[in-house]
């Protein structure tokens, strides 16, 4: 609060020649309560303010099938496989693999025309839209931004049905021979 200093000495206000003026009355402001109401402030916008919402992607589930054999079905001629690598090579083919791996492509994360982008799309132009399927396989290898880069490819693309599912030790082993071929050839 506020307060007057009273501390001089002297009754009255006198006039004349011998006679010393007055001091004049200092004034102080205690902020102590301004600190408290300042902490109150605080604590209330805390408190009311809403924390921000985790962000998170809409997943569409499949239905569930009379049969769990029926469940995952899918047409090879509809099947894109990708296979996530590591230093951000992408690894994909079409239908089911071959015995000698002829139909194994491999690509990356950029825009150009062997992009996994483009890839995408032309499987998405080439393919019926109920038949398409994408399986994702990240590799022990691969890293969790390039997981969520794929599953950002989803989105941009508009791809309704797509899975990660396991890789294998073929698939797994080809992807290791491929990115030893690849490694030597970018040092």
């Known amino acids: 609060m506020a307060e007057m200093d009273t501390s001089s000495k002297g009754g009255g206000h006198k006039k004349g ?10 004034t102080r402001v205690d902020l102590t309560p301004m600190v408290d109401l300042g902490f109150l402030l605080i604590t209330f916008f805390i408190f009311t303010t809403t924390m921000s919402q985790p962000t998170a992607m809409k997943l569409f589930l499949p239905k569930d099938a009379d049969k769990p054999e029926d469940q995952n079905k899918a047409k090879e001629s509809g099947a894109l496989t990708i296979l ?5 090579n992408v690894f994909y083919y079409e239908g089911i693999l071959a015995n000698d791996g002829a139909n194994f492509k491999s690509s990356n994360f950029g825009s150009g025309d062997d992009g996994i982008r483009n890839v995408i799309l032309r499987k998405k132009a080439s393919t019926n839209e109920k038949d398409l399927v994408i399986v994702i ?17 989803m989105q941009v693309n508009v791809c309704k049905r797509y899975a990660m599912v396991d890789v294998s030790d073929v698939e797994e082993k080809l992807v290791q021979l491929t990115e030893g071929a690849i490694a030597p050839a970018t040092k």
């Open 17 to 26: 020649p011998g006679v010393k003026k007055g001091k004049k009355l200092s």
């Open 84 to 88: 996530l690598g590591r230093d951000n």
């Open 137 to 153: 396989k990240p590799t022990s290898e691969c890293t969790y931004k390039n997981v969520v880069d794929i599953l950002d490819e």
